[in-house]
C-alpha cells in the first residue's frame, strides 16, 4: 500500500554497477536493463508515495523462466504500439539511459507512469534524464507526444571526458515528429 510503480536495484551487468529502472504501470517499460524480475539474492528500492507504505511478498511472487520448454524461446512478443524514445549517454566506457514513452492511460504530467532517476553518484558514469515539472526522471510516460512537445534532458557527470548521447531505440515515433 502506498508504493509507487517503481522499482530500482543495482547491477553490474555492464561492468559497473548502475542503478535498473523498472515501471509497472501500463504495459511496464525499464532502463539499463531493467525488468519486473529483481535478480536473486538482490536488494531493491521502492518509493513510498504518501504516509506509511508497506510491501508483501511471498514464495508465490518468485519466477523462474524453465528455458528447457522451447515455448518460452519461441513464442513472439505482443505487438507493442507505444511510442519509445530511449536515449544513452556513453563515454565510450559506461553509459546511462533514460526513456520517453506513450501510454494511453499516461497523463503528461507526473503520474505512476514516470520513475524517479536514483544516481549512480559514480564519476566513471555519466548520467541522463528528462525533466518533468522539477523532478528529475529516468522513464518518463506521457499520453501523448505531439509534434511542438518539448522535453528538457538532464546530463550529470564528475568527471572531464567526451560523451556521446544517442537515441538507441526510436519506436513508433510519429513520422511529423522531429527529434532533436
Do not use: C
Amino acid at each position: 500500500t502506498n508504493v509507487s510503480t517503481s522499482i530500482w536495484y543495482r547491477s553490474k551487468s555492464t561492468g559497473v554497477y548502475l542503478f535498473q529502472t523498472y515501471n509497472v504501470a501500463g504495459a511496464g517499460i525499464g532502463t539499463n536493463g531493467g525488468t519486473n524480475l529483481i535478480p536473486p539474492m538482490q536488494g531493491f528500492w521502492v518509493k513510498v508515495t504518501s504516509g506509511t507504505g508497506s510491501i508483501g511478498l511471498t514464495n508465490d511472487d518468485r519466477d523462474h523462466l524453465d528455458q528447457s520448454v522451447s515455448a518460452n524461446r519461441l513464442k513472439a512478443p505482443k505487438s507493442d504500439e507505444r511510442t519509445i524514445v530511449r536515449l544513452q549517454v556513453s563515454n565510450g566506457i559506461n553509459s546511462d539511459e533514460t526513456v520517453i514513452y506513450t501510454d494511453a492511460q499516461a497523463s503528461n504530467d507526473f503520474d505512476r507512469f514516470d520513475s524517479n532517476k536514483m544516481f549512480n553518484n559514480n564519476p566513471a558514469v555519466p548520467e541522463i534524464y528528462s525533466l518533468l515539472q522539477n523532478e528529475k526522471l529516468a522513464i518518463n510516460g506521457y499520453n501523448d507526444i505531439s509534434e511542438n512537445l518539448e522535453i528538457n534532458l538532464g546530463f550529470k557527470t564528475t568527471s572531464a571526458n567526451y560523451f556521446a548521447i544517442k537515441a538507441s531505440e526510436i519506436k513508433n515515433l510519429n513520422h511529423n515528429t522531429k527529434l532533436i
